[in-house]
């Protein structure tokens, strides 16, 4: 298999085509990826998310391989990997039936093509000017919080321990705020981003532990989970643009309190 994708690539690099062409072979390449996790026993599940968000990794680099340079190396390649160890996990919690799973895999192809073009959008704009970037940093966002729920959706879901919630909630969540919080300024460092992601995971997977003790279901603590972590991010980009007016706070507050009141009411104490 790895010796025919080899032998794609090369001639797809003959044949000249077009950036937009190559996003959606991977795209393609990737959902069919994904419809073959179905394909193998349970035991092996495991293996082949993680084949799958490796095959991920290489396809990326080699979609962004010209601009791809300094610190892009690890921005760009973080949120489509996830992407597809998020929904591949979380695709095993859906019912056993094609019926359910194919318009999730339609899903995961739209999702994935959107974010490949977003990335591509920050490896250029790095370079000149794109007036799309405003764009993709909106799309960059929302399809973070996509992954961002759908990976703590699968955390919670395994029922581990409190102490391993809070750390790979920690974890996930600061390899989500990187890019992210990166996205504003496109910079050639990242020591602020660092800084502001680490306290915003921090917060996430404080929030994890105590929900880990929390009567609440899980789907509806993940929702929590991944507001809080829009309420923050969106807030900390504000920040970085110089725009988090009184406005925005407000608009921020309102989201957080309207989830939280619902978190509340499906509580039982």
């Known amino acids: 298999m790895i010796k025919n994708l080899r032998e794609l690539i090369k001639k797809i690099r003959k044949a000249g085509v077009s950036k937009r062409t190559q996003l959606v072979l991977v795209t393609v390449i990737l959902s069919f990826g994904l419809m073959a996790t179905q394909l193998v026993s349970f035991e092996d599940r495991e293996k082949m998310i993680l084949g799958l968000s490796l095959l991920t990794l290489i396809l990326s680099v080699w979609a962004f391989r010209e601009n791809l340079k300094g610190i892009k190396w690890l921005i760009l390649l973080i949120l489509p990997p996830l992407f597809s160890a998020a929904v591949g996990l979380f695709y095993f919690l859906l019912p056993v039936r094609w019926l359910t799973r194919l318009p999730f895999i339609i899903l995961f192809a739209l999702g994935m093509y959107a974010l490949l073009l977003t990335e ?3 490896n ?9 970037l405003k764009v993709a940093q909106s799309v960059g966002l929302l399809v973070t919080l996509i992954i961002c729920f759908l990976l703590i959706e699968t955390i919670l ?4 321990a409190a102490f391993l919630n809070f750390i790979f ?9 990187l890019p992210s919080l990166w996205s504003v300024r496109l910079g050639e460092t990242i020591k602020k981003e660092i800084i502001y992601g680490g306290l915003i995971s921090l917060c996430l997977g404080e929030l994890a532990l105590i929900f880990s003790f929390w009567p609440v279901k899980i789907t509806m603590e993940a929702l929590f989970l991944t507001t809080v972590f829009y309420v923050l991010v969106g807030g900390t980009q504000q920040y970085l643009q110089g725009r988090l007016f009184k406005k925005a706070v407000n608009e921020f507050l309102t989201v957080f309190l309207i989830v939280f009141f619902l978190l509340l009411l499906t509580t039982t104490w």
């Open 120 to 122: 591509n959008i920050y």
């Open 124 to 132: 250029v704009a790095t370079e000149r000017t794109i007036g799309l």
């Open 157 to 160: 879901s395994f029922h581990l």
């Open 169 to 177: 909630t920690f974890v996930f969540c600061f390899l989500l705020t």
